[in-house]
């Protein structure tokens, strides 16, 4: 069945830094959708890419949709404490729907 | 609009008890979803409805129901409990039409089970 990967599972970011994560489907995805989890709460939506090679920025925040639809990255600059929590990938399994398989995330922690 | 509400926000069930978690939206999404996460884990998907009375199964339905009556609310319910049910439950609801397709979530349910 269709996996979603990301990585890395952690990543550990002096404040004021950049960082990039990285998301990798095993099948080609007609969209994939970015989520912020912050500590103790509950996931909310950032971002949606639905063209190959889409980038979009939000903020500090930079989305890149890969030309095979099959990856995607976070790139975020300057990171502040803000930006702690996991950040998950998803894609949907069918074309049409919006059934989604959720990557592990990748957990941010940030050292002032 | 509230969003997306779950009750109760926490719980501790005996092995072998049964409850329900209520799941409520006040958007009028068409779609709704169960997903459970596990600790330093992802999102699996339990089940879903793309109506009232529409309900399917999604990766990880076992041990668990669902009913999907009317648009806003749609209860997930656990039949004989069991440890390996211990988990964070959330609900989470969309509007699929148009190509965005935001999935919004509920504070979630942290469930217990000794």
């Known amino acids: 069945g269709q996996q979603v990967m990301q990585i890395p599972q952690y990543q550990h970011v002096q404040e004021g830094e950049d960082f990039t994560t990285y998301c990798n489907s095993s099948?080609?995805?007609?969209?994939i959708q970015w989520y912020k989890q912050r500590p103790g709460g509950h996931p909310v939506f950032l971002i949606q890419?639905?063209?190959?090679?889409e980038v979009k920025k939000q903020k500090r925040l930079t989305f890149q949709f890969g030309e095979a639809k099959k990856n995607s990255s976070l790139h975020i600059t300057a990171t502040q404490t803000t930006d702690v929590g996991t950040y998950f990938c998803a894609g949907p399994k069918e074309a049409a729907g919006n059934k989604l398989t959720f990557g592990g995330g990748t957990r941010v922690l940030v050292k002032p | 609009n509230a969003g997306v509400t779950q009750t109760p926000k926490f719980r501790i069930l005996k092995i072998g008890q049964s409850m329900t978690l209520q799941c409520a939206q006040d958007m009028n999404h068409n779609y709704m979803y169960w997903y459970r996460q596990d600790p330093g884990m992802g999102l699996k998907l339990i089940y879903y409805?793309?109506?009232?009375?529409?309900?399917d199964k999604g990766e990880v339905p076992n041990g668990y129901n669902v009913s999907r009556s009317t648009t806003e609310d749609f209860p997930l319910r656990l039949e004989l409990a069991a440890p390996s049910q211990t988990s964070v439950y959330f609900c989470?609801?969309?509007?699929?039409?148009?190509?965005?397709?935001?999935?919004?979530f509920g504070p979630g349910t942290r469930l217990t089970v000794t």
């Open positions: 409805s793309v109506g009232a009375g529409i309900t």
């Open positions: 890419l639905v063209k190959s090679g």
């Open positions: 989470a609801s969309s509007w699929v039409a148009g190509g965005l397709f935001e999935q919004y």
């Open positions: 099948t080609t995805l007609s969209n």
